[in-house]
C-alpha cells in the first residue's frame, strides 16, 4: 500500500467531512438541501459542474485509450465537452427560471403534475441508478488496484463518505465537495502535464512525434478501434451532446445559483474547466504512451484504466502516484454524492411532496423524507456496487448518456419550446426514451457480442438484432416522435393557455417575481 | 399588458435567434469533426509537421471553439440582453 496515496486521501476525507459539518448547522430549509439557498456564485457553480461531470471514467478512461489507441481515444474528449455550449444556449435559462429545485419542475410546470411527476422521475432514478452502476463498480476495481483495499471496504467506504456528505450537508456541502474535487483533478492533472512537457521542451508536438517515432504515426491518426461506422459514430455523438442536457444532477446546479446570469457564467466556466481538462488529457495520454509504454500500461490490469496514475509515478515519483490516486478516489466519491444527491430530489420532491403529498407538505417533513431516500440511495449505491463485482459495466456509461438523451432531453426541450406539448406527450417521450435505449442497447452488439459473447455472424440474422452499438440515434428520434404525436391527439388547452405566461417567466425571470407582487417600482 | 408584450418578446425573439445560431454552430462544427473521423480519413491522417496530425489539430479546435463560442454568447447576454430586458421591463411597468 502506497503510504503517500493513504495520507493525502485521508487528508482529503478530513477536509470535507469538516465542511460537511459546517454546511450541516447552516442547512436548515429544503432551499438549502436541494440548492444551497441559491447562494452559490457563477465562478463557484463553474467549478462544482466541472467537478460533478468530470468522473473516473474521464480522467483515468480517456487518458487509458488514448495512451492505448492515440488518436482514436480524442474523440471521447471532443464528444464530452460539446453538450455544454448546447446547454448554455438553449436549457440554462429556461431550466433556472422556471424550477425550483429539479428539471421535472420545468416539464411538469404547465402540466398535471403526478402523472409527468411520476415519469420524470423514472427518467431521473434510470439516470441515476445506471451511472451509479458504473461509479461504484469503477471505484471498488481502482481501489483495489491503487490502494489494494478489498473490493466490498472500498464500495462501502466511498458509500458511507458521501452519504455523510449529502445527508448532513446536502447540496451546500456537496457544491464543496465538487469545487474542491475539481480543483485538485484539474491542478493534479496540470502538474503532471507540465511534468510530462518539461521533458519535450514544453512542446505538446515534441510529444506527439516521440509517440510517432516509438508506435509508428498511426497513434496520430483515425483507425478502426473506437469508431466502427458512421451510423455508429454519429449515434454516439448524439448521446455525448444531448445527454449531458438530460444528466439530472447536472440540472439540478442551476438552481445553486441566484439569477439565470449567473446560471450562464457558471455553464461558461465549466466549458472552459471541462474543455480545459480533455485538452490536458491529450497530452496526459501521449505521455503515458511514451513514458510509460503501452506493455507497461496494458501489465498494470484495469483496461488502460492505471495510465495516469502510472505517468504520475513516471514524471513525479511515489509521493506523486499517491496524491493523484487520492484525487482519483475523490473524483468518484464527489461523482456519486451529487448523483445521489439528486435521486433524493426526484423521490422526495418529485414524488413524495408533489405527487404522494399533492404539493401540501410542512418543510420539517420535506427535508426529512429528502434524508430518508438519501440514505435509500446511499445503501442502493452499496448494493448495486457489490452485486456489479467484477462485471464489464463499461457499456453503463454509454446506457446512461443515451437514457439522458433520449428521455430527460426531449421531454425538456418540448416542454420549454413547444406550446402544444401535453402532458400524456410528455409521459410516452419519458418512458419511450427509456426504455427504448434500454431494449435496443440489450438487443444491440453491446450486450449481445461484448457481454454475452454471441457470435456475431449468427446473432445479428435474427429479426430483433439492432446494429448500433449506442441506440441514442433510434431512442431518441422515437421519443421525440412519440412526444409530438401524444400531444397532437390529447389537447391539453389548459395548459396551452399557460405557455404565454410560462415563456414570459423564461424570458423575465426574477423580474417576474416583483411584477407578480405588484411592488411599485422604485426610483421610477 | 400587450403593450409590454411586444418590445419584450422581440428582444427575447432576438435572443433565441443567437442562441439557436450558435447551437447549430456547435453542431456543424463537432458532426462535421465526427463524420471526418469516419469518412475523411485520409485528410484527418496527413502530417502538418513531426507530430501534428490534422486530426489532432481537428480534435484540439473543436475544443478551443466550443470555449469562443460560450464566452461569446455569455458576454453578448450578461452585458447587452439583460440590460435591454430589464429596460423593456420597467418601461413596460411605467405606462
Known sequence: MNIEAVVFFFGFIALTLGITYWAARRTKTTEHFYAAGHGVTGFQNGLALAGDYMSAASFLGIAGLVALNGFDGLIYSTGW???WPIILFLIAEPLRNLGKYTFTDVVAYRLQQQPVRIAAAIGTMAVVLTYMIAQMVGAGTLIKL???LDYTIAVVIVGAVMMA????????????????KACLLLGGALVMALLVLAQFGFSPTALFAKAA????????KPGTKVVTGAWDAVSLGLALMFGTAGLPHILMRFYTVPDAKQARISVAWATIWIGAFYLITFVLGFGAMVLVGMKGILAAGGGGNMAAPLLANAVGGSAFFGFICAVAFATILAVVAGLTLSGAAALSHDIWVNVVRKGQAPESEQLRVARIAAVILGVCAILLGVIFRGQNVAYMVGLTFSIAASANFPALVMAIFWRRFSTWGAVGAILVGAIGSLVLLYCGP??????????????????WYFPLKNPCLISMTLSFVVGIVVSLLTREPAAEAEFAQAERRVILGTLADVEASGRPVAAE | MSDVGSPIHAIAAKRWKIALTLSVLVLVIYFGFILLVAFGKPL????LGPGLSVGILLGALTIISCWILAIIYVRWA??????????????????
Open chain 1, 81 to 83: 465537452l460539446v453538450g
Open chain 1, 146 to 148: 491503487l490502494f489494494d
Open chain 1, 165 to 180: 456528505y449529502v445527508l448532513f450537508g446536502g447540496m451546500l456541502a456537496t457544491t464543496w465537495v465538487q469545487i474542491i
Open chain 1, 213 to 220: 517515432e516509438l508506435n509508428g504515426d498511426q497513434v496520430l
Open chain 1, 446 to 463: 453491446t450486450i449481445q457480442v461484448d457481454i454475452l459473447h454471441e457470435d456475431i455472424a449468427k446473432v445479428s440474422q435474427n429479426w
Open chain 2, 44 to 47: 484527418l491522417s496527413i502530417l
Open chain 2, 78 to 95: 450578461n452585458h447587452h440582453y439583460d440590460d435591454e430586458i430589464a429596460r423593456a421591463a420597467r418601461w413596460g411597468r411605467k405606462s
